[in-house]
């Protein structure tokens, strides 16, 4: 008897790997995001606003806003170009565009598919009471230490706890900068937390009534 596959999640992540990988670029990266970094941290506060609109539209018309919809996407697609560049994957030394929209010859993309119609009343506790499990979980893996994310669902970028994302990364520059290689098997995992977060993010952001599954994998 063969087994239905996993329904597939409104967010969709993605992540190639650069191959050959710098072997210290990694150790200046953050300094070379600063201009990213900025502008994001202006980039989450206007998220902020457009989510506070967004969740009295779903409250009363049932419908996220295009346009701010959009707009939010832009902006986590932003923050996971920059992440996949530096301290959330470290997959790629080809410097992130500076641009809300799509581009197709980088190698880390976020899309999330537009949602024709929301729970009403789903919108009052799905950000908090109902997401209170996967919290916990993101809180755990991705901590921070030097690894900046945009969460909850749009503090901005900012340096927190070390997390287990955090040490795996870290795992992988120190075995890039003595081998030159980076490890498949962490840059599996390293993919998988980072894509679990994404959709945590999603969820919290309103975007679809889909719970967010409990696993790492497509």
């Given at each position: 008897?063969?087994?239905?596959?996993?329904?597939?999640?409104?967010?969709?992540?993605?992540?190639?790997?650069?191959?050959?990988?710098?072997?210290?670029?990694?150790?200046?990266?953050?300094?070379?995001?600063?201009?990213?970094?900025?502008?994001?941290?202006?980039?989450?506060?206007?998220?902020?606003?457009?989510?506070?609109?967004?969740?009295?539209?779903?409250?009363?018309?049932?419908?996220?806003?295009?346009?701010?919809?959009?707009?939010?996407?832009?902006?986590?697609?932003?923050?996971?170009?920059?992440?996949?560049?530096?301290?959330?994957?470290?997959?790629?030394?080809?410097?992130?565009?500076?641009?809300?929209?799509?581009?197709?010859?980088?190698?880390?993309?976020?899309?999330?598919?537009?949602?024709?119609?929301?729970?009403?009343?789903?919108?009052?506790?799905?950000?908090?009471?109902?997401?209170?499990?996967?919290?916990?979980?993101?809180?755990?893996?991705?901590?921070?230490g030097i690894a900046w994310r945009f969460n909850k669902?749009?503090?901005?970028?900012?340096?927190?706890?070390?997390?287990?994302?955090?040490?795996?990364v870290i795992i992988a520059g120190i075995i890039l900068?003595?081998?030159?290689?980076?490890?498949?098997?962490?840059?599996?995992?390293?993919?998988?937390?980072?894509?679990?977060v994404y959709r945590v993010g999603a969820y919290l952001?309103?975007?679809?009534?889909?719970?967010?599954?409990?696993?790492?994998?497509?």
């Amino acid at each position: 008897m063969t087994m239905p596959a996993p329904e597939t999640y409104p967010l969709t992540l993605k992540g190639e790997l650069t191959l050959p990988p710098g072997r210290a670029l990694w150790l200046i990266k953050w300094l070379l995001a600063i201009p990213h970094f900025i502008i994001i941290a202006f980039l989450a506060i206007a998220a902020v606003v457009a989510w506070v609109i967004s969740l009295f539209a779903i409250l009363f018309t049932g419908k996220y806003p295009r346009s701010l919809f959009d707009f939010i996407v832009g902006v986590m697609r932003w923050c996971w170009r920059v992440g996949f560049y530096s301290y959330e994957a470290l997959g790629t030394d080809k410097y992130p565009p500076f641009t809300l929209q799509s581009v197709p010859d980088y190698p880390a993309d976020l899309d999330v598919a537009y949602p024709e119609k929301l729970s009403q009343w789903l919108v009052l506790v799905k950000w908090w009471l109902l997401a209170f499990p996967h919290l916990i979980i993101v809180g755990i893996l991705q901590g921070g230490g030097i690894a900046w994310r945009f969460n909850k669902p749009f503090e901005g970028w900012q340096a927190q706890d070390t997390g287990l994302l955090a040490v795996l990364v870290i795992i992988a520059g120190i075995i890039l900068l003595f081998t030159g290689k980076y490890h498949e098997g962490f840059f599996k995992l390293i993919m998988g937390i980072n894509r679990y977060v994404y959709r945590v993010g999603a969820y919290l952001a309103l975007m679809t009534d889909k719970y967010p599954p409990f696993r790492f994998w497509d």
